[in-house]
């Protein structure tokens, strides 16, 4: 009574041991490009200069940052950060804010730039020259660095 019931089981799931690879292969390559739900990464013109007058003094000495121009006519400056250290908070974001902050801020009037990875691009207010970048981990609901920043275009 048992032993047929077996024999199915069996059939059953040799079938799915064949099946399911081909489900899930042509799942993944039906799937369309991955979309960001970040805002997106600015682009650095092969074109564009670097900005030596713009100074950017990180207080915890977390990155060594570079600006850039896109072009003279635009104004649009582009950050570029390179960890100097191990950043090892978890869900680190960059923020800019028009003045400075106490460690345990309210962060509501800050601009949101990205979430923050090794040699990803941010791009920095148009219309502003002087500003601190903020650099807080979503995790622990704390400030990690301040980067107080001036000379841009």
């Keep these: 009574m048992i032993q047929p019931l077996r024999s199915v089981h069996r059939r059953a799931f040799l ?3 064949a099946i399911l690879p081909l489900i899930i292969a042509a799942g993944l390559s039906a799937r369309g490009n991955r ?3 970040g805002p997106p990464l600015a682009k650095v013109s ?3 200069a670097r900005i030596s007058t713009a100074t950017i003094v990180w207080k915890e ?3 060594t940052s570079e600006v850039f121009v896109g072009s ?3 104004g649009a400056a582009t950050l570029i950060l390179k960890p100097s250290r191990d950043l090892s908070d978890p ?3 960059l923020y800019w804010v028009d003045h400075d902050v106490s460690a345990a801020a309210d962060l509501s009037d800050a ?3 990205g979430s923050v990875t090794a040699r990803k691009s ?3 207010p148009n219309d502003k020259q002087h500003g601190v970048l903020i650099l807080y981990s979503l995790a622990h609901m704390a400030i990690v660095d301040k980067a107080n920043v001036g000379g841009l275009p």
């Design 46 to 48: 092969p074109g564009g």
């Design 72 to 74: 003279p006519n635009s």
């Design 15 to 17: 079938a799915l041991a």
């Design 91 to 93: 869900d680190l974001l």
């Design 61 to 63: 000495n977390s990155f």
């Design 111 to 113: 601009r949101l730039l």
């Design 35 to 37: 979309v960001s739900s």
């Design 122 to 124: 941010f791009s920095l």
